[in-house]
């Protein structure tokens, strides 16, 4: 289960190949692919099929035995985007001695300092020309070889180094990509490697969405080999939960009807089409309802039926920072899924839907924490509270314990993964008489 997560994390570098690779998986267990220009009719108990959005946004269903007014959905909710740099237009820039850097800008929030003296590479996706201007053909790209280092600046011009660094986003963080060697690679040489990565024509290459990542495997590590050390941990350590649960629960036909969307966006404010904060997950709802001749009184059944689980990972406990977390609550690594509370519902988790998960999690026989930020601290969001302003759905905000959030290289734990997997599994498996 373990290897699976680390397979999945080395083939994710960013959203969109994040996508492609659940998308295999679900296709692999027999979901279909549907298109959302379609028709929907005729969904029938067992019916297994995923959706995609802009193809950074993926969402699974499972068909229940039971009618949606009756029975509602049983969601599963995380995002597949992590904090990077996106490669601008225009991106080369030529320094003395044929050096080339590419211009880039941030995309969410990292922890700038880490993105430092690391081999990176590029992915992301390449749109090309066509014969019809409004439908160009999209390609991923994902370049495994190691290819740019943002260097450090060395600690002799700055011995001020280690006391803290203000870091430019303009200025300190942009990545090397080579040196020119003749006159003639001046031109164009993000489009030249493109189009030889894709075999394709750079006359034909119209724009792209690249963005930089970490090619460091993800691997394990800790005296017990108990710690999993990988970029984007958050979230796709829980998109990983999600979908390896619904793909293994039991029985084929559900009770319920299950849900698992992964959403783009999250490290921006979810506010896109294919983000947390777009009316199209509760459109496929609606027409999910609608295909199995449910009206409007019916989809307002469900969504009073229906609950959710929106999983981002929360904040472990860190042995050398102990002053910056709650005196009570403060989770640990190993210590099994965590429940996120905010006064300020910046968190979806209320006693009612702490509960519910509770006790999901003694059914499944996992243990379960509790976070509160510091009062003094601010602390994050998540997709919970957003998802529930538009679909007023109960649900819970959880996530499982991680070091060093938006790091280029977040540290998790093994035990817990597979906690959070049982604990979902349950979770889908679990009749509608239980509730
Ligand atoms: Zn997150």
Known sequence: MIQSLLDFLNESPVNFLAVDAVAKRLEDAGFERYDATAPLFNVQPGDMFYYTKNYSSIYAFRIGRQPLGEGGFRMICAHCDSPTFRIKPNAE???EGGVVK??????????LSTWFDRPLSLAGRVVLRTDNPLLPLTRLLHIKEPLLQIPNLA???????NDGVKLSRQKDMLPIIGILNSELEED????HLIGDELNVDIEDILDFDIYLYDVTPACLLGIHQEFISSGRLDDLSMVHAGLTALVDAQPDIPDVTQVLAIFDNEETGSQTKQGAGSPFLSLLLKRICNAQNGGVDEFSRAIEKA?????DNAHAWHPNYTEKYDPTNHPVMG?????????AQKYA?????????VSVCEKAGVPCQRFVNHSDVAGGSTLGNILASSLPIRGVDMGNPIWAMHSARETGNVNDHEYCIRAFTTFYELPSSEE
């Not at 210590?335 to 006064?343: D, H, Q, Y």
Request: no cysteine; charged share 10%; aromatic share 10%.
């Open 188 to 191: 164009n040489l993000l489009l």
């Open 307 to 311: 609950f959710m689980i929106s999983a």
């Open 102 to 111: 590419l211009n880039t800008e941030v995309y969410g929030g990292p922890i």
């Open 349 to 357: 988790s209320d006693a009612v839907s702490a509960a519910v998960f």
């Open 335 to 343: 210590g099994g899924p965590v429940v996120k509370f905010n006064a």
């Open 93 to 95: 820039m030529k320094g």
């Open 155 to 161: 600690i002799h011009f700055n011995r001020q180094v």
